[in-house]
């Protein structure tokens, strides 16, 4: 398959963050050719990029993609509360089927608005993954471990189905398997030890929560007499493999630790804002001391949408905010954060994350003819201040359209919808 995209403007994201106004040809899964000058060649799909903005796809690294389902279901209530009265009663009703449901809604979504990689945490990952290569997303498929078991597997089982999971996904070419413990509040030094075991073994991704409120990491001292990086670092999951999503309440000694390991970390603002977890994750701090940050929306039950263009929007004000300094995050380092952070963070960083001859082409498109996207001074400061995840016109994975000029190609638009629809009702029945 073969995609020329003509007469667009790129923001390649390389090296240089160059800025260019040209051709680009895809072949197979790899972008071949970026010219600013016209490239004559023959291809299967040929887009008009004039009045178009060309980016690399976004990359998502922390979502719970099946609770699309879940999205509204219990908002402006206190976490606690949030869990055992609305989401763990629901996800007690999960099965193959609503995880199948909820993932093409959340593709759907992701396609819409540019997510073109995402990062999953959550069960019927089996699922996840089958729905996600058949839509033609990449994805990073995290096998939920829990010390009191989990909606698809009792704790006894949890060790081998995570091992069987590991071993048939771990060669397929858009989804990678990834060990997910859920958090060091559930998850005992048994089973954290379990999780690093196979991750080591494998040669795959941690993936887990980390000090995403007060009370956790109050709990956690109580509990073992260690906050949640330094309950991680004592059992070996600190690593250039682990990702910890919302890092919320960490200290500076605790950044030096995750500089040491190489440890990546998802920021979630927009979820952290909504559940109103307190404390600022210190984003300039870990950029600061060379921490790989990168960008996740969480679900769509605590965000409420998979919108990462929302997301990068957020992450930049947060910070001027509780800072006072308009200078503390500017623009193309937040969109760093959600292209070259993320592939750095999924060990993708020589694949994904730019514009780039040989990198495998994700990438997507921007319509620039709309009133909040006009004048246009400045394309990265659009990027992230100004456009929506509804201005993104185009979406292609591994060099193949999923989406062009708005119509779904791998997906059907009205069935998804309705699916959901009625089976996000019977999650949340009472009845």
């Known amino acids: 398959m073969s995609i020329l995209i003509k007469k667009a403007n790129i923001l390649t994201q390389n090296k240089r ?9 895809i072949e197979d899964y790899k972008i071949t050719e970026i010219s600013k000058k016209p490239i004559y060649i023959e291809a299967d799909f040929k887009i008009d990029g004039r009045k178009k903005l ?27 509360k949030w869990l055992e009265e609305r989401i763990w009663p629901a996800e007690a009703n999960l099965d193959s089927n609503s995880a199948k449901i909820g993932t093409e809604l959340g593709l759907l ?13 959550y069960f019927f990952e089996d699922t996840v993954g089958k729905t996600s290569e058949n839509a033609g997303v990449r994805s990073f498929l995290g096998f939920a471990m829990i010390d009191f078991g989990t909606p698809e597997y009792p704790y006894d089982k949890l060790i081998t189905k995570c091992e069987q999971f590991v071993k048939s996904w771990k060669n397929h070419e858009i989804a990678t398997p990834v060990i997910a413990p859920h958090a060091t509040y559930t998850c005992g030094p048994e089973l954290l030890q379990k999780a690093l075991e196979i991750a080591d073994k494998n040669d795959v991704l941690l993936h887990t929560h980390c000090s995403e409120t007060r009370d956790e990491v ?16 004592k059992y070996g999951l600190l690593s250039d493999k682990m990702i910890l999503a919302h890092c919320g309440w960490v200290t500076k000694n605790e950044i030096l630790d995750l500089k040491k390991t190489k440890t990546k970390v ?37 965000n409420n949408t998979l919108d990462m263009f929302e997301t990068m929007k957020f992450c930049a004000l947060i910070h001027k905010q509780h800072r006072w300094d308009p200078k503390v995050l500017p623009a193309q380092t937040v969109l760093d954060f959600a292209t070259l952070g993320g592939a750095e963070a999924l060990r993708m960083g020589e694949e994904i994350g730019s514009i780039e001859v040989g990198k495998k082409a994700d990438v997507i498109m921007l319509d620039l003819e709309k009133p909040h996207l006009t004048p246009r001074h400045d394309l990265v400061s659009h990027a992230v201040y100004a ?7 185009t ?24 699916d959901a629809e009625k089976c996000a009702k019977n999650l949340t029945s009472t009845d």
């Not at 979504?109 to 997510?115: F, R, V």
């Not at 929506?388 to 016109?393: E, H, L, P, Y």
């Not at 979406?395 to 309705?418: A, C, Q, S, W």
């Open 109 to 121: 979504e992701m396609i819409a608005s540019g997510t073109t990689t995402f990062l999953d945490m």
């Open 266 to 302: 998802s920021h979630c603002p927009v979820s952290n804002m909504k559940m109103a977890t307190g404390g600022y994750a210190p984003i300039p701090e870990m950029i600061e001391s060379g921490v790989t940050v990168s960008l996740g929306t969480d679900g769509a039950a605590s």
């Open 54 to 80: 060309v980016l690399p796809g976004l990359i998502n690294t922390h979502t719970h993609i099946p609770m699309t389902l879940l999205r509204g279901y219990g908002d402006d209530m206190n976490l606690n």
């Open 218 to 233: 109050y709990d956690m001292q109580k509990k073992y007499g260690l906050r949640p990086v330094g309950q991680l670092k």
């Open 17 to 25: 963050r160059e800025r260019l106004q040209g051709d680009i040809y």
């Open 395 to 418: 979406t292609i994975v591994n060099g193949k359209p999923l989406m062009l000029d708005n119509e779904f190609l791998t997906l059907d638009f009205r069935k998804t919808l309705e």
């Open 387 to 393: 456009a929506k995840g509804s201005d993104v016109c």
